[in-house]
Structures are given as structure tokens and as C-alpha cells.
């Protein structure tokens, strides 16, 4: 069922790259880490809550909207994960336009984008992941299920926003 | 004692997205290089997107699964028959089925509805059923043995399957989407 549903959603987030062409063509190099850094977005939420899915089985996070030492392990972690990928990301584009010949717009600019990009799409991820998978488990529901392909569409639909934001912070301070 | 720590966090993740995130760079690499045969048929390029969705999020799903199972020890990381792993191979291929039954009558309308050239519904529901159903079997397959394997090593599987699975799928998929596309093509 919630494949049914996500499926229709998923075209919002090719509305979203058709409407960023102009800032495409701004920052080179930009399209060829499109699909490593939405890759990278599912993944890193697809393993937060399936995570929380284990340890909520387990009983070992209550399904409870409340501080814990284990649910705060989980969250540092997504998020210092999240930092070193996004920036790896990065300059991995740089790297593969200098490899197959293409205009790059930079190592720095390239790796801020996905930095910037990757930071603030994580904070929302984070957030709507716990969120949604402990409201999940208390109505009886198996998040194991729900929410793989809820994290890796909300993450695509969420990615392209942020990278878009991410350019135009960059533009503003004239980078 | 903790049962999750940070370090261990990042330190898993970044092996098992890292290897990912440079496996799905195949998967792109491939569409492009045959991005004539796929344009050549419009429905497919109806079809990319959200067949490449699907794929990921039965791998998905399939990966959370097996890591809860794992952590849970209703299924122990050895290669026997399972009631568990049984009853799931089901209920994801019954979702595969209904999602491509769903997916075709989409595509078929938005092709209708943009005045693409004529398809039949019927060779494009083989298309994503014989894509679908593939897909799921391979993914519970890596999927299994992602997870046997980093649970024996000591390692969360929560933090591998996933990576694993979604990045497999998406190679897979768009090998089986090229596939379609030259069949269609010949017939």
C-alpha cells in the first residue's frame, strides 16, 4: 500500500530537476553528482531507520518521543556520516569531470554544494525519520516496511530542493 | 553497555555507502551509454524513473527486513529454511506483482495522455513485470547474504543491506531495462 502511494510522489522530484536547469548550467559539474548524492541520501536515511526499526523491535529505543543514549548514538552518527559523505561526494565530481573531460566549476565550490546541500537535507531526513518511524511502531505498523521507500523518496524529493539552495547560498556569497 | 555507538556508526556506513555510491555510478554510466536505445522508445523513458524507485525500495525494504530478523534471531545467519524468510519472499513478491500492475497503467495513461507514440499496454506490463519480479528475487538473494555476511563479521546489518541491496538493484535494473529495450526494439 504505501507503495502505491510513494509511486505518485516520486514525480515531484523530476519537476524539481527540470525547474533547476538555469542553475545547472551555472555550476558545472553539478548533474554528475545528482545520482551518487541521491544514492547517498537514501542510503544514509534507509539506514537510519532501519536502525531504529531493529532497535524498536528489540525494545531497546521505546517507542517513545523522548531523549535516549541509544537514539542520540544513532543521530550523532547519521550525521557525522552524512558530513564525510557529502564532502566526498563532492570532490568525487570534481574528479570525474577532470576524468572524462568536462567543465567542472571547481574542487572548492563543488565540495561545499554537496556539503551544504547534504547538511541541510539531513537535518530534515533526521528529523521526519524518527519522527515517523516511533509513530510508526506505536500504531502497531512494521516500519521495516513503511519506511524504506518513504526515506529514499522523501530523500529524493527533498535532495533536489536542497541543492538548488545550496547553489544559491553559494551565489549569494559570490562564490 | 551501549548498543549503538556513533563511531560504529560512521565507520560501517562509510564502507558500505561509499562501495554504493560508486557501484550506482555503473548504473549511470550504462543508461548513458545507451541513452539512443532508450529514447529511441519513449515509454521506457516513462517507465526509468520510477522503475529505478522501485527497485530501490524493495531492496529496501527486503535489507531492513533481514537485519531486523537478524538482530531479533528469528533467523540465524546460516543458509537453511527459514518459516521467516519463507513467508517474506511471498509478501515482497506479492508487492512486486501489484506494484508493477500499478506502475504499467500509469506509465500506459501518461504515455496516452502525452500523445507518445502507440504502445501496447500488454508489452510494457511483461516489461516491468519480468523487471519487477527479477528484482526482487536478486535482491533478497544479496540481500541474504549481505546480511549472513556482515553479521558474522560483527557488524550491524542494518548499516550494510541497504546500501548493498539498493545499489545491486539499481545495476541490475538498468542492465534488465537495456534488455527490454533491445528486445522491444527486435520484436
Known amino acids: ?119 541541510i537535507s539531513n537535518l530534515v531526513i533526521m528529523f521526519v525519520t524518527t519522527i515517523t518511524t516511533i509513530k510508526i511502531y506505536q500504531r502497531g505498523l512494521d516500519p521495516d516496511v513503511i519506511m524504506g521507500p518513504f526515506v529514499t523518496t522523501l530523500g529524493d524529493v527533498i535532495s533536489i530542493p536542497c541543492l538548488f539552495l545550496a547553489a544559491l547560498i553559494l551565489m549569494a556569497a559570490g562564490i | 553497555m551501549a548498543y549503538y555507538k556513533a563511531k560504529d556508526i560512521v565507520k560501517q556506513g562509510s564502507v558500505a555507502i561509499t562501495t554504493s555510491v560508486i557501484v550506482d555510478c555503473f548504473a549511470g554510466v550504462l543508461l548513458n551509454a545507451k541513452i539512443e536505445a532508450l529514447l529511441s522508445i519513449p515509454i521506457l523513458l516513462v517507465l526509468l524513473p520510477s522503475l529505478m524507485d522501485m527497485t530501490g525500495d524493495i531492496g529496501c525494504m527486503v535489507g531492513s527486513k ?30 512486486a506483482v501489484l506494484t508493477s500492475l500499478y506502475l504499467t497503467f500509469l506509465a500506459v495513461a501518461a504515455s496516452y495522455l502525452l500523445g507518445l507514440s502507440a504502445v501496447e499496454p500488454l508489452k510494457v506490463l511483461a516489461v516491468v513485470l519480468a523487471c519487477s519480479v527479477s528484482i526482487s528475487v536478486i535482491a533478497f538473494l544479496v540481500g541474504i547474504a549481505a546480511g549472513f555476511v556482515t553479521f558474522k563479521h560483527g557488524w550491524d546489518p542494518d548499516n550494510t543491506t541497504i546500501p548493498i541491496v539498493t545499489a545491486t538493484c539499481d545495476v541490475v535494473g538498468a542492465m534488465l531495462l537495456l534488455l527490454a529495450a533491445s528486445l522491444i526494439g527486435m520484436i
Open chain 1, 1 to 119: 500500500m504505501s507503495e502505491l502511494v510513494i509511486r505518485a510522489f516520486a514525480i515531484a522530484a523530476g519537476i524539481g530537476l527540470a525547474s533547476m536547469k538555469g542553475v545547472l548550467e551555472e555550476f558545472p559539474g553539478m548533474m554528475i553528482m545528482i545520482p551518487a548524492f541521491l544514492q547517498m541520501r537514501g542510503a544514509v536515511g534507509g539506514t537510519l531507520a532501519s536502525r531504529l526499526s531493529s532497535a524498536l523491535h528489540m525494545g531497546i529505543i521505546e517507542p517513545r518521543l523522548k531523549r535516549s543514549r541509544e537514539l542520540s548514538q544513532n543521530l550523532i552518527g547519521t550525521f557525522v556520516l552524512n558530513v564525510i559523505l557529502s564532502g566526498l561526494i563532492g570532490c568525487l565530481a570534481h574528479f570525474m569531470c577532470l576524468l572524462f573531460g568536462f567543465k567542472s566549476s571547481g574542487l572548492l565550490t563543488l565540495f561545499l554544494l554537496a556539503l551544504i546541500a547534504g547538511i
Open chain 2, 66 to 95: 533481514i537485519a531486523t530478523f537478524l538482530h531479533l534471531g528469528l533467523v540465524r545467519p546460516r543458509f537453511e529454511k527459514n518459516p521467516y524468510l519463507m513467508r517474506y519472499a511471498v509478501a515482497v513478491m506479492t508487492v
